[in-house]
Structures are given as C-alpha cells and as structure tokens.
C-alpha cells in the first residue's frame, strides 16, 4: 500500500458513470479510512506532515495553481505539496472538458523531482491499493444540475453507521477566505 493517497473532488461527477464509480470507492470495503472536507485545501495540513506521497487527484481541476500571496487554497494545494518536495507522484485523474495544466512557473514544478502524469480514464483506481481517501464537497464549482451535497452527507453517515475510520477537516473561514499559510 505504502503512501498512495486517493483524492476525489465531487466536482468532478458529471455522469452517473463517473457516481457509480465513486460510490464503487466508498462503498466497495476496501478503503478502511477516509478524510472529508468542503474545501480541497483542508487536508494540505494533514498531507504536509507526510513524505514521498503517490497523489492521485480525481478532480475537475488540477489544483497546480500559483497564486502572488504564496498561499494554499482549493486552487494551489497540490502546487504546495509539490514545491515542498511532499508529493513525489501527482497523477491526476480529470475530465475530457477539464483546463490542462500549463500555468505559472511551470518550469519551477516540472524542475522537483517528482512524476506528472494525467489521465481521462480512472476505472484502473479500482485496483489501486490507498492508504486513504479524502472526498471533496467544493460546493463553489459543483455543476448546479447535479447538487452532489446529499451524496457527500450520505458518504460520512456510510462511514459513521458501518464504524469506518473517518474524519471531518474544517477550515474555519468561507470559501473566499479559505487561504493558508504553507
């Protein structure tokens, strides 16, 4: 098993294949320990405490962003993670109308050594060994026709009724104001 992380923002759901997948995760009793959090920045202070993660990112974004204050938020979470030699493999897993990652200082990520790598297909997760998965809300950049709130309350009472380790992240500020100091 070793350090692989599943990361999945359900901001990437936009099919019913794509929920089926992800219900096959949380439901499938094979992962014993999840992470959930509204934001995808709050698990950074749980990851940084760690070395030579393989993250794998199901999400519709790549969170590889820079932003000019130096700081973590749903956007640049795995940039931090990245720069500061956490995360030794980032493969993310997005969609077909996902933005590829080509931002600001490209040059200084692609430079760590680290492995990149991106996918459209994500079925093979299914046999990927996780140390844990952490679920992201995002409910700032959910499709409006697919409100997936009560899929993400319904994950943490799976794991609450069936005794699965589970635990909350909260940041303590609203969306816009969700930045942390890395």
């Given at each position: 098993?070793g350090n692989r992380y599943l990361?999945?923002?359900?901001?990437?759901?936009?099919?019913?294949?794509?929920?089926?997948?992800?219900?096959?995760?949380?439901?499938?009793?094979?992962?014993?320990?999840?992470?959930?959090?509204?934001?995808?920045?709050?698990?950074?202070?749980?990851?940084?405490?760690?070395?030579?993660?393989?993250?794998?990112?199901?999400?519709?974004?790549?969170?590889?962003?820079?932003?000019?204050?130096?700081?973590?938020?749903?956007?640049?979470?795995?940039?931090?993670?990245?720069?500061?030699?956490?995360?030794?493999?980032?493969?993310?897993?997005?969609?077909?109308?996902?933005?590829?990652?080509?931002?600001?200082?490209?040059?200084?990520?692609?430079?760590?050594?680290?492995?990149?790598?991106?996918?459209?297909?994500?079925?093979?997760?299914?046999n990927v060994d996780f140390e844990?998965?952490?679920?992201?809300?995002?409910?700032?950049?959910?499709?409006?026709?697919?409100?997936?709130?009560?899929?993400?309350?319904?994950?943490?009472?799976?794991?609450?009724?069936?005794?699965?380790?589970?635990?909350?992240?909260?940041?303590?500020?609203?969306?816009?104001?969700?930045?942390?100091?890395?």
């Amino acid at each position: 098993m070793g350090n692989r992380y599943l990361s999945i923002d359900l901001d990437w759901i936009k099919t019913t294949q794509q929920l089926n997948f992800v219900n096959q995760i949380v439901f499938g009793n094979k992962i014993k320990k999840f992470k959930f959090g509204h934001q995808h920045n709050s698990i950074y202070e749980y990851y940084k405490s760690k070395k030579d993660i393989v993250l794998y990112n199901v999400d519709d974004h790549h969170d590889m962003q820079v932003n000019r204050m130096n700081t973590v938020s749903e956007c640049t979470w795995v940039h931090h993670l990245i720069v500061n030699n956490i995360v030794k493999e980032y493969h993310w897993i997005n969609n077909l109308s996902s933005i590829p990652f080509k931002g600001e200082n490209v040059n200084n990520i692609l430079l760590k050594n680290y492995l990149f790598q991106t996918y459209d297909e994500y079925e093979f997760l299914l046999n990927v060994d996780f140390e844990e998965v952490f679920i992201c809300l995002s409910p700032e950049y959910l499709d409006p026709q697919l409100n997936t709130y009560p899929v993400f309350k319904t994950y943490l009472d799976y794991c609450k009724i069936n005794n699965i380790e589970y635990e909350q992240l909260i940041l303590l500020r609203d969306h816009w104001e969700t930045q942390i100091n890395p």
